[in-house]
């Protein structure tokens, strides 16, 4: 199927942007550091930002393998 | 009332677009203003830019919207479209550097800001809102950029962005409709409207191309509005494609950059005017070279697969809609 990856890859973004919800209301929304709420806030946007990167990460790795394994034929 | 308003603003979207757009041609190839159709034989010329019927459409069916709704919510879209024009026409005009665009359009972001037509909540399928009350005034700093850009870089083919366009911004007005934000709804509707007309004239083979004066105007009223009607995300998912291609083109080159100013082509163009994805490893990977991952194609049969992907991730995003009611 000529387009199946990038259908894949647009289902696997819209998983992300769901777990990502999920990470940040369920789980790090409430974190509350007993050092005050400068310090929560703090921790909370370095995990943000920490799970986006990550997120690009894991999209970077599976358009490097596609790429390697359709679009390369010579170096 | 909603109705008569509904019917004004898309009748008059829709006819300014379609009437004025002949006209604009005609004066565009008089006065010179043409620019090379790079995947056409016989060095064919279009004119450009066409943003000025489609900003000139959007802003009298806005301005017929407002003076129904006097609300700030259809003021700050439209005071944010015509800015994006603005930065838009100068760089069809003019070229500017990478940076400009991007820079320029936080600017259009600004009247969102100073009219305070944004909650700070964040809505979410299963998992209900995340309120973010100082980050989301950044967020709104970004979105307005982002959106112009994305739309902006799908903007590769003949028709596409138009029809990208109309594609998406379905279930933006689907998702206000449903969650009763009514005016935000009709205020969406010259997107959708502008984006069908402007299609006729811009579909394989171009008559007209929208330049960067249409697309960010676009572009930056489809972030406008998912801000101000509150459906950020819905718009994120609506707009995967370009998303998509946007962030494989700044994960291949790694900066800030025009496409112009890119040494090596991600696609080829073969003697019958079929395009081709280049095999160089060093080529940028966009949208367009992993469409034809799997041999050339014609101009139209891509563009025809792109709408594919533009329609399932409309599909997805009104899914996405639908749960947000959901709650686990």
């Known amino acids: 199927m000529r387009l199946g990856f990038l259908f894949g890859f647009i289902v696997i973004m819209w998983a992300l942007i769901i777990l990502g919800a999920f990470i940040l209301v369920r789980i790090v929304a409430p974190i509350q550091l007993a050092t005050g709420d400068i310090a929560s806030s703090a921790l909370k946007a370095a995990i943000g930002v920490s799970m986006a990167v990550a997120w690009v990460w894991i999209l970077v790795l599976l358009k490097n393998a596609y790429v390697r394994r359709r679009l390369t034929a010579k170096g | ?328």
């Open chain 2, 1 to 328: 009332m909603s109705f008569a308003s509904a019917v004004t603003a898309s009748a008059i979207a829709f006819l300014v677009t379609y009437l004025l757009t002949p006209l604009l041609i005609k004066y565009l190839n008089k006065h010179g203003m043409v620019v090379k159709d790079y995947n056409k034989p016989n060095d064919k010329q279009v004119p450009r830019p066409g943003g000025t019927s489609i900003i000139v459409a959007i802003v009298a069916a806005e301005l017929a919207l407002f003076a129904f709704t006097i609300s700030s919510g259809v003021l700050a879209i439209l005071i944010c479209t015509v800015i994006a024009f603005f930065i838009g026409y100068i760089d069809d005009r003019r070229v500017m550097p990478g940076y400009f665009k991007p820079l320029a359009l936080i600017v259009a972001a600004i009247p969102i800001v100073l009219l305070g037509t944004y909650d700070y909540y964040l809505d979410f399928p299963f998992f209900g809102s995340a309120k973010i009350p100082l980050l989301y005034i950044a967020l709104i700093l970004v979105t307005i950029p982002v959106m112009g850009n994305t739309v902006n870089s799908i903007d590769v083919l003949n028709g596409v962005v138009s029809g990208f366009i109309a594609i998406a911004s379905v279930p933006l007005i689907i998702t206000l409709f449903l969650q009763n934000k009514i005016d935000i709804a009709i205020a969406a509707l010259p997107l959708l409207l502008s984006a069908l007309a402007f299609y006729k004239y811009h579909r394989y083979p171009s008559r007209i191309f929208p330049g960067d004066s249409g697309t960010l105007a676009w572009g930056a009223m489809y972030g406008a509005i998912a801000i101000v009607g509150g459906v950020e995300v819905v718009a994120t998912i609506a707009l995967l494609p370009a998303i998509i291609n946007s962030f494989l083109f700044l994960a291949s080159v790694k900066r800030i950059t025009e496409h112009r100013e890119v040494k090596v082509r991600p696609t080829v163009l073969l003697d019958d005017y079929r395009i081709m994805a280049s095999m160089e490893k060093s080529a940028p990977v966009t949208l367009l070279r992993l469409v034809l991952a799997h041999g050339p194609m014609r101009e139209d049969e891509i563009a025809r697969s792109i709408f594919k992907l533009a329609a399932f991730s409309a599909g997805m995003a009104i899914l996405t809609a639908i749960l947000i009611g959901v709650k686990i």
